[in-house]
């Protein structure tokens, strides 16, 4: 057989294989049309109905979120905690009630920052406590600023051991020349209160070495010395 035959020949089969597909094809789609369009008005309606809960629900439920914190935000910043937790009886609710009212949004979850904030300056651990440990967060810089806020939680009950953990936590998460530095401080220090000397100079050391330029390294060495001290004193 011939070169030319032979082509002609695999072309020929290739065309009936290829027809053959396109008629089981066929066949499938003809078996299973309703079944398909079924599954697609599944995705059509789910797709949709996700939209709408985002667009038409969500993100409007949560800019009225974001206009019933905004004159918290202010009494928090003016320290005044317990207008900013519970309202002014008047034209704001307080971060309490944002939090029920809004639950399941970003603001509902900054509101808890807030308020275990404000509770910790308050002087209530517990209520501090129950907030902080809610917060869901996930920003670079608020998300390490909660870990150690809880952090000093513990330490104003007088449980160093965990405050430690949740300093050096904060540090880690915040990873940042600015923050790090501020938590392992926090850190260096509660080591030293429970006399861990060692632990004590090897944060400092730490700070000193790796964040040169900032206050807490310039202040590093006086920890330092005073460890190596109380140390010698034992």
Not at 38 to 50: K, N, P
Not at 61 to 85: C, H, M, P, V, W
Not at 186 to 213: Q, W
């Amino acid at each position: 057989m011939s070169a030319k035959k032979t082509n002609e020949s695999k072309a020929e089969k290739n065309f009936e294989n290829i027809g053959e597909a396109l008629t089981t094809s066929e066949q499938f789609l003809e078996k299973n049309q309703k079944t398909i369009l079924t599954g697609l008005l599944i995705v059509i309606v789910l797709v949709g109905a996700f939209m709408a809960y985002h667009y038409l629900y969500k993100m409007p439920r949560n800019e009225k979120a974001q206009t019933a914190i905004f004159k918290g935000e202010r009494y928090f910043q003016e320290g005044q905690d317990s207008l900013a937790l519970f309202g002014n009886g008047n034209d704001y609710t307080g971060f309490e009630a944002v939090i029920t009212q809004y639950k399941g949004t970003r603001t509902a979850d900054l509101a808890r920052a807030y308020a275990g904030i404000a509770y910790n300056r308050l002087g209530n651990n517990e209520k501090a406590l129950e907030h902080l440990k809610k917060f869901k967060g996930g920003d670079l810089l608020i998300t390490p600023a909660i870990t150690g806020a809880i952090g000093d939680v513990y330490m104003n009950m007088g449980n160093t051991a965990e405050a430690i953990s949740f300093f050096l936590k904060a540090a880690k998460g915040a990873d940042d020349q600015m923050l790090t530095p501020i938590y392992l401080k926090k850190a260096g220090e509660a080591y030293l209160s429970l006399a861990d000397y060692d632990k004590s100079i090897e944060t400092f050391t730490r700070i000193k070495e790796n964040y040169i330029n900032t206050p807490e390294a310039q202040e590093a060495d006086k920890y330092i010395k005073q460890a190596e001290l109380l140390k010698e004193s034992k």
